[in-house]
């Protein structure tokens, strides 16, 4: 009986080690953001707080400097919020038009067209950065919100079409066929059967670039101005800003915010995002 139930306690023995592994710094973070000064000089890095105190919160939401502008992080968290919101969705519904159009509406030279598209995925995004530039420039989008969100579209479209694409193949053509006899176009295919079927890529996807966009750092460095900076900016000037005394339970409270975001949606859509990728999202 010891031996058939060892494996099984093995391997439960080996996730919880691994789960204690990876949630340590979660934890080394919200310990050290309740602390105050005087216990962070004097305590160890695990100990809890002998009280929780919520000041180094309010400082980082609303008061820290990040360099000279001392309003927190509250307006670089809205930039990331007024960003992440319309790139996600944008993102999304272009590469759910492009996955069907590429799996259920073939036309010749469509399987190269989507080859070439894969490119972007393996693509390193530092390569783009200069014609990125020059186009936001040419468009007039230069250190705007406007041109972080085209930016993350544009980045994140090769991404999206292969997951709706790959999902899309797994559609009996049959019936999209059933429906073009019945008089159904394009669009009405698209809202009104493949899009219901949709369920887990959409929610894949849609996880998956809410991620990407919300903890870039790399394009917000490079195409914000000083009133567009989103959050992960505002958290690296926040870190390196020189103070006579460093405020680590200010850095790890603000560090805690900037993930909050992914870290409820993982909680919340954990499971469909899961779901999802069993579904297909990676087949084909």
Partial sequence: ??????????????LLIAALFFLAP???MLATSFKDAAQIRSGNLLSWPNSLNFESWQLAWSSAC????????KPYFVNSVIMAVPAVLISTAW????????????FTGSEVLFGFMLFGVFMPFQVVLLPMSQVLGYLGLS?????????HCIAGLAGTTLFFR????????ELVNAARIDGAGFWRIFFRIVI????????VTLIWQFTNIW????FGVAFSGADSKPITVGLNNMANTSSSVKSYNVDMAAAVIAGLPTMLVYVLAGQYFVKGLTAGAVKG
Avoid at 66 to 73: E, S, Y
Avoid at 166 to 173: L, W
Avoid at 196 to 203: E, F, K, Q
Wanted: hydrophobic letters at 45%; a positive charge; proline letters at 6%.
């Fill in 1 to 14: 009986m010891i031996t058939k139930h060892l494996p099984r306690a093995l391997i439960y023995g080996i």
């Fill in 26 to 28: 979660l934890y080394v």
């Fill in 66 to 73: 990040t360099g000279v502008d001392c309003r927190g992080l």
């Fill in 95 to 106: 590469g759910a038009i492009n996955g069907y159009v590429l799996s259920l509406w073939k």
């Fill in 143 to 151: 250190s705007s919100l406007g041109g972080l969100i085209l930016v």
């Fill in 166 to 173: 790959n999902y899309y193949t797994a559609i009996p053509k």
């Fill in 196 to 203: 219901p079927m949709s369920t887990p890529i959409l929610m």
């Fill in 215 to 218: 903890n870039d750092f790399l």
